[in-house]
Structures are given as C-alpha cells and as structure tokens.
C-alpha cells in the first residue's frame, strides 16, 4: 500500500506516493493554486481518494499555515476517510539537538528524518527552492541549519530593486564566458555562479564544524527545484534527491 505525501511549500506544492521509499505517480502544482482547488489539490483527492486506489493514508507538511487551515477544510468537505497525518516537531522520529524545536518548519523536519534514515547521520540535506536551507544531522540529532536566499530571489531581486536590470529566467543561467559581453550575461554569471560559490563556502563551513565537533565527513544530499536545473559538475559530489521531502512524510508516517 502506498501513502500519498503533499509538501506544501510558498510558491509550490509537491505531491506523490511512496511506497517502500520509491515514489510514484508525482506531481507539483502552485500553492496559490489551493484557493481554488478545483485546479490544484482537489483532483488528487478525488483521485487517490476512494477505497481500492491502493492509498492507506495521507501524510502532509505545510510552512504556509493560511493554506494548512484551508487543505484541512478541504479533506473534509470531500469526506477523506484514511488516515491523515501532518508531521510537527512532537511526532517525528527524530532526536533534537536544538534549543527551541518548535522553530522547525515542517519540510525541514520530513529532510532531516528521510536524510537520517536513507544515508545516515551525519548528513547535510541542502533544498533549493525559494530559500535555500541547509539542515544537518549528526550522530547526536538534529543540529540546526542555514538559510539563505534561492536563485528565484536572487534573479528577480536584481529586477525589482534597480531601473534598468532586466528580469532573469532563474531556469536559463548558463553562460560558457567567464566575463559578460552583454547586461543579461554579466547578470546571469552573477547569479549563477554566485549561487554556486554561496553554496560552496556554507557547505565547507559546516563539514569544518562537524569535523571539529568529532564527527565523520557528512553525506550531502541536494533536493528542490533549483538543484535539478544546476550543472551536475558543479554538484558531482553531492548527490541528488528530488524526493526526499515525499520520502521523509513517509517515513515519519510509518513510525508515528
């Protein structure tokens, strides 16, 4: 049997099934697309919904909390009867080095328990989405993590805050050249090779630390969306993951 897992993000909500830690059947739509479901989550209900589609329950992450009341309605009015789980700081299996646990967002939690189960701790799981986050756990838990800004951001700030600057395409950032010949060249090797370096230098600084704190050389993972549009030798040492976030609200599913 299978469990269908939604991550419900800022601008995207992921969604598939998992079974035995293979996921299938995935799909992703706008999370401003759930204030009118008709077009967004209501056809995966409907979908997975009734008894014999081979679903035995839901497991969910939310960081929006407006969008979390308004799924939580929906499940309702369209009679979900299985067995609905959201992950929360107090029912994953996770152990927490961390002084205030309730500051965790929800898909931060489902990386750290899939990165702990799938390639063991230490690991060092980074999402490329909207933020960029680093969550790490070691052999004593949950450490913490870093976040900083995605590639969106950063193409569309240099849009919104200057006259001229026109707006990137986060998706089409390759340039061969080391030096800009035209604006839009100049602007996309800023970007991208800047997120790259930006990348780059916060991993070091965290394998250092955990080095330092006794702890072997962490596994890496990479996920979210802008992972999978990078050049795979800028990540030839990091492995990547589109999954984890799915696998991780299956896994806590699993040990509630």
Known sequence: MSVLCININN????HGLVNKRRVTQEGAFGTKLLEDP???????????GPEGSGVEGMAFGSVVPDVTTQFR???ENVGWSRPVYQ???ENCPLKFN?????EIGQDILANAVA???LYGPPVIVIDMGTAVTFDIVSSKGYEGGIIAPGL???TRYLHE????????DPNDLMVSAGIGKTTVEAMKLGCAVGFEGMIRALLERVQRELRERGEDEAKVVATGGSAGILPQTWLSDIEFNPHITLIGLAEAYARQ
């Open 87 to 89: 992950i929360t700081c």
């Open 98 to 102: 961390f002084p205030d646990i309730r």
């Open 152 to 154: 969106d951001v950063i």
């Open 161 to 168: 805050r200057t006259a001229l600057l026109p707006k990137l």
């Open 38 to 48: 008709q077009f967004g989550i209501l056809p995966v209900l409907q979908k997975y």
């Open 73 to 75: 309605d929906l499940l």
């Open 115 to 117: 990165g702990q189960i």
């Open 11 to 14: 601008t995207n909500t992921q």
